[in-house]
């Protein structure tokens, strides 16, 4: 009797775990058909490149001679952005999708961010090989035991706007006195107290500071003075918006705008970080050269290409419009270039300017970004160096002395 | 013979008066279902007139909350964004976009929730079997929903991203399903439990005295007797692992599901205020699916326990 019933038991016990399997089965596989539709340009264009991978390379080969000769096989390494695919990381998405990761035997793959994605913890956790980041940010990981180093600073300047009515009379920070004003927050907020403490404003009494959502409704609505903007979203986000007293979209007349690297309080924004530790080891090592310099290839591509990056982006699965993808393309260009060194290359000006603000600009409650100056490991521009001696033998221009932006009209919505 | 002639009209009788008595039910069923339809359209249409009228008090008089077009466009701006290509020349529209993200979430919410059930009831049967368990196990399963959520999301990312056993490699999908699984397992572990220890003293001295051994007491006895805890768990599981989708969605920036085009739509506000209530109303919907799904199990698992109310 009992052994029966334990049998019994152990067949109920069975079956539920068949079941249990047979159903996650059946949802996994479910899930992955729809990724991979969802995914679709990204998953099949790399698999159609493989197949003709060997005429590709030889041809390669005679255009480029810097590229090595063929691929024993592509090493895998994967990117982690710090937010969804959007122009911002435009570069990357062309050195994928334009086979320039392949030429340097490297299958990318690019992970999204998302909210609550820390982009530097990741890379510091190994859930990446290479991450970006901006600098401060970066270095306050860095501080809190993150190993991580800058190994090329793609964005030359920052992009940190605040932005004012034009009838409000805020035309620089000084005028910030007695002002509501916005900003985000969440360590994106330090070149609004540079800039307070330059003009020797008290962050605590003179203004009132506002804690802003990532959209410009509270300025539209005029329930705050002035609010941060990049110059490659959230001021594209104002010029798209229907003014509702002319039926017209607005335009850069109806706004003042204060770009904080102007006031010498700009901060290092975009880098590529890479995981310290690894860099010791050969391999690592030698892929961090070739990530940088066929990202690098990218993003000389889009400096010259702009409409072309824009559409590569939104073929990966961006929702913005064609009008506001374009702007963000052509805005992130003038972040990048001209790179008067060299696309890359850290302007130790522009470090120490970051690293001086992220140590002696306190936040309301006191806090600045770090306790300590970082130590000179904290970014290296021997990666940067080789993959522009590199490119250059290529024939390709890796200052960008000439670079003019385009112009772009953005339509209703970034439509 | 005579007995089938006299029996025959009868049977056929009884037959058409059961019939009959049938289709009166499901009339009388019809008859409810359309009025509880019609009350929930009416709700449905006293909150859009509400908002309206919300924001056309907000024209007149000032109120403690913003009611320009931006931050609540009027309801036929929101259909009418419905219709919207979803980035220009695309040939779908934000509805489609929808949709189809709503879909993909449920079937992420569907994953989730299966698996938070089997881990659920599997818990629920060793905690009710050993007491040493119950014991050890269930502060830990307390203790795994006081975590907050958004502390979680990115670490399972971040430790799921390494996974990768033979082919198998770990995606931000598995982590979707597996936040929404750590939502849905809770009720159901908690309800479960409960359930399975509620037969009476007499029935399970009953039991003994059949000399049932522990398993057959579990099969006959105590998981019958848990159906009345498992299902309104099973409802609460439900709602959890939507709400685990969406914000593991939402927290991790995973593409296709209802919780990243909150984000997307969200971010547009400043120029089509309207496209993100879209978005909400595909999260509505997903919510709503979920809960006509589990009333219907609900319907399926009682059907033989003594209703307490006429349906």
């Given at each position: 009797?009992?052994?029966?019933?334990?049998?019994?038991?152990?067949?109920?016990?069975?079956?539920?775990?068949?079941?249990?399997?047979a159903l996650s089965a059946c949802s996994s596989?479910?899930?992955?058909?729809?990724?991979?539709?969802?995914?679709?340009?990204?998953?099949?264009?790399?698999?159609?490149?493989?197949?003709?991978?060997?005429?590709e390379t030889e041809e390669a080969e005679v255009e480029e001679p810097a590229a090595d000769e063929g691929c024993?096989?592509?090493?895998?390494?994967?990117?982690?952005?710090?937010?969804?695919?959007?122009?911002?990381?435009?570069?990357y998405y062309a050195a994928k999708d334009l086979g320039f990761y392949e030429d340097n035997c490297i299958d990318v793959t690019i992970l999204e961010g998302g909210v609550d994605i820390v982009p530097q913890t990741v890379l510091a956790q190994g859930g990446a090989d290479f991450a970006l980041a901006w600098v401060p940010k970066a270095l306050a990981s860095r501080e809190q035991g993150a190993g991580i180093v800058d190994i090329a600073q793609v964005f030359q300047r920052s992009g940190t706007l605040q932005v004012a009515w034009a009838d409000s009379g805020i035309e620089s920070p000084a005028d910030f006195q007695g002002k509501k004003i916005g900003n985000w927050g969440f360590g994106n907020e330090y070149e609004i107290f540079a800039a307070l403490g330059k003009e020797g404003l008290d962050p605590a009494s003179d203004v009132e500071l506002v804690q802003q959502q990532f959209d410009m409704v509270a300025l539209l609505n005029r329930e705050i003075d002035a609010a941060e903007a990049m110059t490659y979203n959230e001021y594209a986000q104002l010029l798209e918006a229907v003014n509702p007293d002319t039926g017209e979209l607005y335009t850069a007349d109806d706004f003042n705008v204060i770009n904080y690297a102007d006031y010498g309080v700009g901060m290092l924004q975009d880098a590529i970080w890479a995981d310290e530790a690894r860099l010791g080891d050969a391999d690592y090592a030698d892929l961090a050269q070739r990530f940088v310099t066929a990202s690098f290839e990218g993003w000389i591509y889009c400096r010259d290409n702009p409409q072309e990056c824009a559409?590569?982006?939104?073929?990966?699965?961006?929702?913005?419009?064609?009008?506001?993808?374009?702007?963000?393309?052509?805005?992130?260009?003038?972040?990048?270039?001209?790179?008067?060194?060299?696309?890359?290359i850290m302007d130790a000006a522009e470090w120490d300017q970051t690293v001086d603000i992220?140590?002696?600009?306190?936040n309301l409650e006191g806090a600045t970004v770090i306790t300590s100056a970082p130590p000179a490991e904290a970014y290296t521009n021997q990666f940067a160096e080789t993959a522009n001696a590199e490119l250059t033998n290529m024939g390709l221009d890796t200052t960008g002395e000439g670079f003019s932006p385009i112009e772009v009209t953005l339509n209703e919505g970034g439509a | 013979m005579t007995n089938t002639a006299i029996a025959d009209p009868q049977t056929s009788a009884d037959g058409a008066s059961v019939g009959a008595a049938r289709s009166r039910t499901f009339a009388r069923r019809a008859r409810n279902g359309g009025i509880s339809l019609l009350w929930a359209l009416a709700g449905v249409g006293l909150v859009i007139v509400m908002w309206e009228l919300v924001k056309a008090l907000g024209n007149v008089i000032p109120l403690p909350l913003n009611t320009s077009d931006m931050t609540m466009p009027h309801v036929w701006t929101m259909f009418a964004a419905m219709g919207e290509p979803e980035v220009r020349g695309s040939e779908n529209t934000v509805l489609d976009a929808v949709i189809a993200a709503t879909f993909r979430s449920l079937l992420l919410a569907f994953g989730g929730f299966l698996i938070g059930v089997a881990v659920g009831l599997l818990l629920a049967v060793i905690m009710q079997r050993f007491l040493f368990a119950e014991r050890g196990l269930l502060p830990?399963?307390?203790?795994?929903?006081?975590?907050?959520?958004?502390?979680?999301?990115?670490?399972?990312?971040?430790?799921?991203?390494?996974?990768?056993?033979?082919?198998?490699?770990?995606?931000?999908?598995?982590?979707?399903?597996?936040?929404?699984?750590?939502?849905?397992?809770?009720?159901l572990s908690v309800g479960a439990l409960r359930g399975l220890q509620a037969p009476t003293p007499t029935s399970l001295e009953l039991m003994r005295s059949y000399a049932a051994t522990p398993n057959q007491t579990v099969r006959k006895l105590r998981f019958p007797s848990s159906i009345p805890y498992i299902v309104p768990a099973l409802k609460v599981?439900?709602?959890?692992?939507?709400?685990?989708?969406?914000?593991?969605?939402?927290?991790?920036?995973?593409?296709g599901g209802i919780g990243r085009l909150l984000i997307e739509y969200a971010r547009q506000i400043?120029?089509?205020?309207?496209?993100?209530?879209?978005?909400?109303?595909?999260?509505?919907?997903?919510?709503?699916?979920?809960?006509?799904?589990?009333?219907?199990?609900?319907?399926?698992?009682?059907?033989?326990?003594?209703?307490?109310?006429?349906?």
């Amino acid at each position: 009797m009992r052994n029966i019933a334990r049998s019994r038991w152990t067949q109920v016990v069975s079956l539920a775990a068949v079941g249990v399997l047979a159903l996650s089965a059946c949802s996994s596989s479910d899930s992955s058909s729809e990724e991979t539709a969802a995914e679709e340009t990204a998953v099949e264009e790399p698999a159609v490149e493989e197949d003709t991978e060997p005429e590709e390379t030889e041809e390669a080969e005679v255009e480029e001679p810097a590229a090595d000769e063929g691929c024993a096989e592509l090493t895998p390494a994967s990117l982690q952005l710090q937010w969804f695919v959007q122009a911002q990381f435009a570069g990357y998405y062309a050195a994928k999708d334009l086979g320039f990761y392949e030429d340097n035997c490297i299958d990318v793959t690019i992970l999204e961010g998302g909210v609550d994605i820390v982009p530097q913890t990741v890379l510091a956790q190994g859930g990446a090989d290479f991450a970006l980041a901006w600098v401060p940010k970066a270095l306050a990981s860095r501080e809190q035991g993150a190993g991580i180093v800058d190994i090329a600073q793609v964005f030359q300047r920052s992009g940190t706007l605040q932005v004012a009515w034009a009838d409000s009379g805020i035309e620089s920070p000084a005028d910030f006195q007695g002002k509501k004003i916005g900003n985000w927050g969440f360590g994106n907020e330090y070149e609004i107290f540079a800039a307070l403490g330059k003009e020797g404003l008290d962050p605590a009494s003179d203004v009132e500071l506002v804690q802003q959502q990532f959209d410009m409704v509270a300025l539209l609505n005029r329930e705050i003075d002035a609010a941060e903007a990049m110059t490659y979203n959230e001021y594209a986000q104002l010029l798209e918006a229907v003014n509702p007293d002319t039926g017209e979209l607005y335009t850069a007349d109806d706004f003042n705008v204060i770009n904080y690297a102007d006031y010498g309080v700009g901060m290092l924004q975009d880098a590529i970080w890479a995981d310290e530790a690894r860099l010791g080891d050969a391999d690592y090592a030698d892929l961090a050269q070739r990530f940088v310099t066929a990202s690098f290839e990218g993003w000389i591509y889009c400096r010259d290409n702009p409409q072309e990056c824009a559409e590569i982006v939104t073929a990966n699965g961006s929702q913005l419009g064609a009008s506001h993808q374009l702007w963000m393309m052509n805005e992130v260009n003038k972040l990048v270039w001209p790179s008067p060194n060299g696309i890359g290359i850290m302007d130790a000006a522009e470090w120490d300017q970051t690293v001086d603000i992220s140590l002696n600009s306190p936040n309301l409650e006191g806090a600045t970004v770090i306790t300590s100056a970082p130590p000179a490991e904290a970014y290296t521009n021997q990666f940067a160096e080789t993959a522009n001696a590199e490119l250059t033998n290529m024939g390709l221009d890796t200052t960008g002395e000439g670079f003019s932006p385009i112009e772009v009209t953005l339509n209703e919505g970034g439509a | 013979m005579t007995n089938t002639a006299i029996a025959d009209p009868q049977t056929s009788a009884d037959g058409a008066s059961v019939g009959a008595a049938r289709s009166r039910t499901f009339a009388r069923r019809a008859r409810n279902g359309g009025i509880s339809l019609l009350w929930a359209l009416a709700g449905v249409g006293l909150v859009i007139v509400m908002w309206e009228l919300v924001k056309a008090l907000g024209n007149v008089i000032p109120l403690p909350l913003n009611t320009s077009d931006m931050t609540m466009p009027h309801v036929w701006t929101m259909f009418a964004a419905m219709g919207e290509p979803e980035v220009r020349g695309s040939e779908n529209t934000v509805l489609d976009a929808v949709i189809a993200a709503t879909f993909r979430s449920l079937l992420l919410a569907f994953g989730g929730f299966l698996i938070g059930v089997a881990v659920g009831l599997l818990l629920a049967v060793i905690m009710q079997r050993f007491l040493f368990a119950e014991r050890g196990l269930l502060p830990f399963v307390i203790a795994s929903q006081t975590v907050p959520l958004i502390a979680l999301a990115p670490l399972i990312v971040g430790i799921g991203n390494q996974i990768e056993i033979g082919p198998i490699k770990w995606t931000t999908t598995y982590s979707v399903m597996f936040i929404a699984a750590y939502l849905a397992f809770f009720p159901l572990s908690v309800g479960a439990l409960r359930g399975l220890q509620a037969p009476t003293p007499t029935s399970l001295e009953l039991m003994r005295s059949y000399a049932a051994t522990p398993n057959q007491t579990v099969r006959k006895l105590r998981f019958p007797s848990s159906i009345p805890y498992i299902v309104p768990a099973l409802k609460v599981s439900a709602a959890a692992s939507v709400v685990g989708t969406v914000v593991a969605e939402i927290s991790t920036g995973v593409r296709g599901g209802i919780g990243r085009l909150l984000i997307e739509y969200a971010r547009q506000i400043t120029s089509q205020p309207a496209k993100v209530y879209v978005a909400v109303f595909g999260a509505i919907a997903l919510g709503l699916v979920v809960a006509a799904l589990v009333t219907a199990l609900d319907v399926y698992l009682t059907r033989n326990l003594p209703k307490e109310k006429s349906a």
